[in-house]
């Protein structure tokens, strides 16, 4: 009797586990689907790597009891459940944890040693859905996740959230549905079992190794592995929470000559100024919104939102114009927190990618902005500064006050009106050799663009030796003198005609640089047409490049093509474009250029087509009607490129 019993006891034990190895086994096989789930859903106010670690545990937690309750025991029935069942169970237990996450999960979350964990970003479209999820609430997040990763339909996802708890589950179906950035968002950005790791503090966890060994040596035992267990070890002693703000006292503060012993000459030796150095308030809310991203925090295109990895760098803490501002500098990215009013709750922050800035691109920052109205905070390097109209080149510049490094509010904004843009002008120390002065264009981001100039090649012969053309074709030559500042009478007029035809203009650009790459005489005695090309660099090293023709008497240039890759670059440094133009006696030309290295020009039209000798890497071809036509321009060493249109 006694043995019947222990048998049958055996056998309820394990009809009940049956279900948590189907769960188990469900979980494994939706791994990385169910994390992803979490990560969508938990609280925007962590950090990413905070987040990444609360995905993976909340998933890990979702397993049910290996020993259930009488009522929650599976039913006696042979048939197993299916495998969706399973996987509809474990990922409403991940959506309860993700929408109600209790404070004691955090102790309980895998821990990291001296790494951070980041979902690597994806384009820009992702960074901007990014962004936009963080100023969604949680309902709405999950929601959303619902509906992008798991494919649910409007209904269904509302069940689903009905049954994990969400009081108005329609009502975050209906938000979600407005969300940007397409129907799904698809790896690596939001994938946290695809993360990027970046090393802590090291010189901290130098200090701190001791003590590590010491708690090791009481039996403390630490995890490093990325992923831990459900039960992981405690972290070392000093270490800070993930998402906690830097200590303040260890922001890096450089020396006022910095700049002038040192060949790296960037944002790392501005030195700290402004009047609010020593307020521990205000640098104490400035790092906490840069350790804890939230609604007000807004990452430019192609710049990680995360915190910093290690104490950045202060470079101003004042007020301005009635607000206080500090600005931040880790080595990557620049940091701006604005508090007061119209900031929202916390202040505001704004992050740019800035690493491997020149004496040029690290001139000036953007303090404070207010309407069409910016106030810069100018390099240390900056002697002079001046502002003066794009499309004035023959006015004279204006002085700009800048006491302490701080500008008079002068005109913002982009280059995309013709007319109007003011451009900042400054000139350097002579100790950064012979930079002299260098422009600077406003774009709306923290980080003003470069603006460089390439005239046309005068020196390049008509006729090359066979010996020449070949030791061009194994270099390619660069256009003359390669990039000059555009402070030069000639840069201006040809950034004044030219300028507004830049084939970005947003925040995030480094550097715009505008080439001359042919000068064409027209038939007729009609006068000349000048061809550039402009080129808009960002600092996560995409660009884009667009051909123009400026023709006589014509107010604008004339876009002839463009797009996303290298043109126009030092790595292509070849070109060719084309346009229609009517003379003033009526008559249609095809015009095409090339740039130096171009020694033919060929036309394929409908039905006819010609391919003619470019002494001066230019053709006039007279037609009675234009037509779909493609060009191409023959190089010296016998490369053929297509003109772009």
């Known amino acids: 009797m006694a043995a019947r019993t222990v048998g049958a006891a055996w056998r309820r034990r394990g009809a009940s586990q049956r279900p948590v190895a189907l769960a188990e086994a469900a979980l494994v096989r939706h791994y990385r689907r169910l994390v992803r789930l979490a990560y969508l859903a938990l609280p925007a106010d962590r950090d990413r790597h905070t987040r990444v670690l609360a995905a993976h545990a909340a998933v890990q937690r979702a397993l049910p009891p290996p020993w259930p309750r009488r009522a929650e025991q599976a039913p006696a029935a042979e048939q197993p459940p299916a495998e969706d069942e399973e996987y509809a169970r474990l990922r409403l237990r991940v959506l309860r944890t993700a929408l109600r996450p209790h404070p004691a999960h955090r102790l309980l979350a895998p821990r990291v040693w001296g790494l951070r964990l980041f979902t690597p970003h994806g384009g820009e479209e992702d960074a ?101 267990d459900s039960a992981p070890a405690a972290a070392p002693q000093g270490a800070p929470p993930p998402g906690a703000a830097v200590d303040r006292a260890r922001l890096v503060q450089v020396a006022p000559d910095a700049w002038q012993h040192t060949t790296r000459v960037d944002f790392d030796v501005w030195p700290a100024r402004g009047d609010r150095r020593e307020d521990t308030a205000l640098l104490d809310r400035a790092l906490g919104a840069w350790a804890r991203p939230g609604p007000q925090t807004h990452a430019e295109p192609g710049t990680d939102p995360a915190p ?14 009635g607000t206080g501002v500090v600005v931040l ?67 004279p510049a204006r002085p700009l006050e800048h006491p302490d490094g701080i500008t008079a509010p002068a005109p913002g904004g982009g280059l995309a009106d013709c007319h109007g843009a003011t451009v900042l002008q400054l000139h350097a120390s002579p100790a950064i050799a012979d930079r002299g002065a260098f422009l600077l264009a406003d774009l709306g981001g923290l ?44 840069a201006l007029q040809a950034w004044s005609r030219a300028g507004c035809a830049v084939p970005d203009g947003s925040p995030g650009v480094r550097q715009l640089s505008l080439w001359a790459f042919a000068t064409q005489q027209l038939p007729q005695n009609a006068g000349s047409a000048a061809w550039y090309c402009l080129r808009a660099d ?22 002839t ?85």
């Open 447 to 490: 980080v003003p663009a470069h603006l460089t100039w390439s005239p046309p090649d005068r020196n390049q012969p008509q006729s090359q030796s066979q010996s020449q053309s070949q030791a061009q074709a194994q270099s390619p030559p660069q256009p003359e003198a390669g990039p000059r500042e555009a402070v030069a009478q000639d």
């Open 308 to 321: 910093p990895a290690a104490p950045p760098h202060l470079l101003y803490a004042g007020t301005v114009d």
């Open 538 to 559: 960002r600092w996560n090293g995409d660009g884009s490049a667009a051909t123009a023709v400026l023709l006589p008497n014509a107010r604008a240039p004339q876009r």
């Open 561 to 645: 093509g463009g797009g996303q890759g290298r043109a126009c670059s030092r790595y292509e440094p070849e070109v060719a474009a084309w346009a229609w133009w009517r003379s003033p006696q009526g008559t249609e030309y095809l015009l095409a250029a090339g740039s130096r290295r171009t020694t033919r020009l060929a036309v394929k039209g409908p039905d006819w087509s010609t391919d003619r000798a470019a002494p001066d890497h230019t053709l006039a071809l007279e037609r009675p009607a234009r037509a779909p036509v493609q060009v191409e321009a023959l190089l010296d060493g016998g490369a053929r490129i297509t003109a772009q249109h």
């Open 128 to 228: 901007a859905l990014d962004h936009a999820l963080t100023a969604l609430d949680a309902p709405t997040r999950a929601a959303y996740a619902l509906r992008a990763v798991e494919g649910l339909a409007p209904e269904a996802a509302t069940e689903v959230l009905r049954a994990a708890g969400v009081e108005r589950p329609e009502e975050a179906v209906a938000a979600a549905a407005e969300a940007p950035g397409g129907p799904s968002p698809e790896p690596p950005a939001f994938d946290p079992c695809a993360v990027r790791v970046q090393p802590t503090d090291l010189l901290r966890r130098r200090r701190t190794l001791t003590a590590a060994l010491a708690v090791a040596v009481l039996g403390l035992t630490t995890t490093a592995a990325v992923l831990g």
């Open 329 to 395: 500098y880790d080595g990557r990215r620049l940091a701006r927190y604005a508090d007061g009013p119209g900031n929202g709750p916390g202040g505001g922050l704004d992050l740019a990618r800035a690493d491997g800035a020149d004496p040029a691109t690290a001139g000036a920052l953007v303090l404070r902005r207010q309407g069409a109205a910016v106030r810069y905070l100018l390099a240390p390097w900056v002697e002079d500064a001046d502002t003066r109209r794009i499309d004035q080149p023959d006015a």
